[in-house]
């Protein structure tokens, strides 16, 4: 596997040099969307430099995730994020129940419990009976871009954003008159991805609308995937200074739990529907500018557990229902030149309920909870220093107030170098699950706590055509939430501390006007282990567009991924290779082909669930 990861970073290496001895100097180009300073939200709420903020936030662009050809935006995450990785069972889906997939690890710290908080425009996006994200429901035709924050970001969004935040920008129409695209995919499996995403802006209105169909026959027996999801948005500009803001999203999904190899799985069918909805008023007069953002999500579960070969057919269904509704309003001021100051206020209630049999088999009876905070986030530019310093304070309906303190400091080296220092809490609160649910459930437990180091170094050169980013961390955490047997019944306590370490690079560089690199790497220390979350994770793609074609390939080595933990560990290591050709006949069409795992390993993310080997698909894109 090093000889593979050393022989592609050596020919990544040699082309890059190459090209860029051989650029003319008249090039032009734009260079905006490689700049490592780009403006952010996701960690102040308000528009920022990323060079500015203490906190290593990475930004997928439309690009990358159209590039991806995948319904859901968590793959394109997972290659292009550092310290991010997801789990996988198949092709396509990643179902909900056991033997799911679509766990999120960030830092070494697992989203499945709910230490990673999606975002989609800043509102919080999970199943609130379990505490966890529900990855089938997050489109990527849907998204303009994905912030991901790496690192604890409770200071603005509160619990369950302990190891970092992903938020998920939804499209919007940019230029006048009306955008239709449309792109059709079929290959291996039976998989089918169909998508249309319409567009349109006139005056002080916008609005877009997008549908989104996939399914597959799956790479195993009983492994199907089947998913239908709409996003609409509608925008409406009151004034040069008020503008409102509505979308909703839907998505229903129908997968199969196939089991594993060892025990394969019959009738393991989960039906899933997850609704989201948000309103903004958003205001922007300069000096002062901030929001009211509005949002409901709700979710309907029906999931049917299987049974192994010789077993009996389930009598009933599990059923679960969940909602969670609230506000977030916040308002920034520029009180002198070089001043920031960012003040919020937060209400979130949530609840659910939950039964297999609906007389006798109750796990949660229409419980209902909620959270009330207020946050300040300041920022002051001093000469070369930026210092930053963030407030929340927390209460919950059970555990009551909860402190969360920010603060850090960027260094301007020179207008091309900075380097950034941040120390960060990160807290959760158990999630209903752990609380009252199965013959685990503890009333008693404490929400969990997190103190997060971080330094990093960014830099740019060759006129911002490079950019690259240079991050080292260190978390400690305590009274993590685990099952540990209490005279010799199972029961959720808070016996658990962890102490995670690593390093984490990124580039992008614009090599020439029609090639480009991207690639990270991470590297993770543990010093309790978890599956699911590699020590080392290394990507880089390629993006080349000679005339007409456009011809991307990329190389993915993942190194020390525990599958179990225990006296019998098992470890995955592997290498994937991907590929995509496209071809533009026409302005308004392109034909395309891609292919993933082309050297057909064999590889598992989760124990016993084998992913598939070379795959193929092709298809056509269309805008008009």
């Known amino acids: 596997m090093k000889r593979i990861l050393n022989l592609f970073v050596g020919c990544l290496l040699s082309t890059a040099i190459t090209q860029a001895e051989n650029q003319q100097p008249n090039d032009t180009v734009s260079l905006k969307k490689y700049e490592l300073g780009e403006v952010v939200i996701t960690g102040s709420r308000i528009p920022i430099a990323r060079d500015l903020l203490p906190v290593p936030v990475s930004v997928v662009s439309r690009n990358l995730i159209e590039q991806s050809g995948e319904?859901?935006?968590?793959?394109?995450?997972?290659?292009?994020?550092?310290?991010?990785?997801?789990?996988?069972?198949?092709?396509?889906?990643?179902?909900?129940?056991?033997?799911?997939?679509?766990?999120?690890?960030?830092?070494?710290?697992?989203g499945g419990a709910g230490r990673v908080l999606i975002?989609?425009?800043?509102?919080?996006?999970?199943?609130?009976?379990?505490?966890?994200?529900?990855?089938?429901?997050?489109?990527?035709?849907?998204?303009?871009?994905?912030?991901?924050?790496?690192?604890?970001?409770?200071?603005?969004?509160?619990?369950?954003?302990?190891?970092?935040?992903?938020?998920?920008?939804?499209?919007?129409?940019?230029?006048?008159?009306?955008?239709?695209?449309?792109?059709?995919?079929?290959?291996?499996?039976?998989?089918?991805?169909?998508?249309?995403?319409?567009?349109?802006?006139?005056?002080?209105?916008?609005?877009?609308?997008?549908?989104?169909?996939?399914?597959?026959?799956?790479?195993?027996?009983?492994?199907?995937?089947?998913?239908?999801?709409?996003?609409?948005?509608?925008?409406?500009?009151?004034?040069?200074?008020?503008?409102?803001?509505?979308?909703?999203?839907?998505?229903?999904?129908?997968?199969?739990?196939?089991?594993?190899?060892?025990?394969?799985?019959?009738?393991?069918?989960a039906d899933v529907l997850r609704g989201m909805s948000g309103l903004s008023l958003e205001n922007n007069y300069g000096?002062?500018?901030?929001?009211?953002?509005?949002?409901?999500?709700?979710?309907?579960?029906?999931?049917?557990?299987?049974?192994?070969?010789?077993?009996?057919?389930?009598?009933?269904?599990?059923?679960?229902?969940?909602?969670?509704?609230?506000?977030?309003l916040y308002q920034s001021v520029n009180l002198f030149t070089g001043n920031t100051i960012t003040g919020g206020f937060d209400v979130k209630l949530y609840g659910g309920n939950a039964y297999r049999d609906p007389v006798t088999e109750i796990y949660a009876d229409h419980i209902k909870l909620n959270e009330v905070a207020g946050y300040f986030f300041a920022q002051q530019e001093l000469g070369r220093f930026m210092l930053n310093a963030g407030l929340r304070l927390e209460n919950h309906s059970l555990y009551g107030t909860e402190w969360v303190p920010q603060g850090g400091i960027s260094f301007r080296a020179t207008e091309e170098t900075h380097l950034k220092f941040s120390i960060s809490k990160g807290f959760r609160t158990p999630n209903m699950r752990e609380l009252y649910m199965y013959a685990a459930a503890n009333e008693d437990l404490l929400p969990e706590r997190s103190l997060s180091y971080d330094f990093s170094i960014t830099q740019r050169l060759f006129d911002n055509r490079l950019s690259m980013e240079l991050a080292l961390f260190y978390i400690k955490g305590d009274n993590i939430v685990e099952t540990v047997q209490v005279n010799g019944n199972p029961q959720n306590q808070n016996v658990g501390e962890f102490a995670n370490k690593g390093v984490e690079f990124s580039l992008s560089y614009l090599i020439l006007n029609n090639l480009s690199l991207h690639s990270n790497y991470s590297y993770l220390h543990m010093d309790t282990t978890i599956t699911g979350a590699p020590g080392n994770k290394f990507y880089a793609g390629v993006t080349y567009r000679p005339g007409n074609f456009t011809v991307s390939a990329g190389a993915q080595v993942i190194d020390k991924l525990y599958l179990s933990t225990g006296e019998n560990a098992r470890t995955s290591n592997y290498t994937l290779v991907d590929a995509r050709v496209g071809y533009r006949p026409?302005?308004?069409?392109?034909?395309?082909?891609?292919?993933?795992?082309?050297?057909?390993?064999?590889?598992?993310?989760?124990l016993g669930f084998p992913m598939p080997r070379a795959t193929v698909m092709g298809g056509v894109s269309l805008n008009f």
């Not at 509160?158 to 079929?186: C, F, K, P």
């Not at 839907?250 to 799985?265: D, F, L, R, Y």
């Not at 302005?587 to 590889?603: I, P, Q, T």
Request: proline letters at 4%; hydrophobic letters at 30%; charged letters at 15%.
């Open 119 to 269: 975002l989609i425009d800043g509102h919080p996006q999970y199943a609130t009976i379990y505490g966890h994200p529900v990855a089938d429901a997050y489109i990527a035709s849907d998204a303009q871009r994905v912030e991901v924050s790496r690192g604890p970001s409770s200071v603005l969004y509160g619990s369950n954003a302990m190891a970092g935040a992903i938020n998920i920008i939804t499209r919007q129409a940019i230029e006048d008159g009306n955008s239709l695209s449309v792109r059709l995919m079929g290959g291996s499996y039976g998989t089918r991805r169909y998508s249309l995403t319409d567009s349109y802006r006139q005056g002080k209105w916008s609005g877009v609308v997008s549908g989104n169909y996939e399914r597959t026959d799956g790479h195993r027996p009983n492994s199907g995937f089947e998913l239908f999801s709409g996003f609409g948005k509608i925008g409406y500009d009151i004034s040069q200074e008020w503008k409102v803001t509505g979308n909703v999203n839907i998505a229903q999904v129908n997968s199969n739990n196939p089991g594993t190899v060892e025990s394969p799985m019959l009738d393991g069918t």
């Open 287 to 328: 000096i002062t500018r901030g929001a009211l953002n509005l949002y409901y999500n709700w979710g309907n579960h029906k999931i049917n557990d299987g049974y192994t070969e010789g077993g009996n057919p389930r009598p009933y269904l599990f059923h679960s229902t969940d909602y969670m509704g609230g506000l977030n």
């Open 586 to 606: 026409w302005k308004w069409g392109e034909v395309f082909v891609k292919g993933d795992n082309l050297l057909a390993r064999k590889y598992e993310t989760m």
């Open 71 to 110: 319904t859901t935006i968590l793959p394109a995450l997972t290659q292009q994020v550092p310290g991010l990785f997801v789990t996988s069972r198949g092709i396509a889906g990643y179902g909900v129940s056991g033997g799911s997939a679509g766990g999120i690890n960030l830092r070494g710290m697992a």
